[in-house]
């Protein structure tokens, strides 16, 4: 049973940093690629970061400013958010997909957490 839980999120100013944590039971991370989405009211979830192996993608509108890596000995993938702004409030939730390159739409991710509250206030 594939079981993803976040942690990390929490309300930062402008210009703040936070980390992001998902643990992943059930999954293994050299056969999952993993995934970070948010969400805020009234908009669509949006790809925020993902990893498979070592290789990333990130949204253009985080890039610069969040890094996301991997610890295949926790099975923990974590998302470190630096300079953040207004605009990256949200529920962040992290998902697990078993295609083979990043995938950066909802439907190509199987496995979700429940998700994560960030708030960033001006």
């Known amino acids: 049973q594939v079981q993803l839980v976040e942690s990390g999120g929490g309300s930062v100013q402008t210009g703040g940093s936070l980390r992001l944590s998902c643990a992943a039971s059930?999954?293994?991370?050299?056969?999952?690629?993993m995934g970070w989405f948010r969400q805020s009211p009234g908009n669509e979830r949006e790809f925020v970061a993902g990893?498979?192996?070592?290789?990333?993608n990130y949204a253009d509108s985080v890039k610069g400013r969040f890094t996301i890596s991997g610890d295949d000995t926790k099975n923990t993938v974590t998302l470190q958010m630096n300079s953040l702004k207004p605009e990256d409030t949200g529920v962040y939730y992290c998902a697990a997909s078993s295609q083979w390159v990043v995938p950066t739409t909802p439907p190509q991710y199987t496995y979700w957490g429940q998700g994560t509250q960030v708030t960033v206030s001006s």
């Open positions: 990893i498979r192996l070592r290789s990333t």
């Open positions: 059930g999954v293994t991370f050299t056969r999952f690629a």
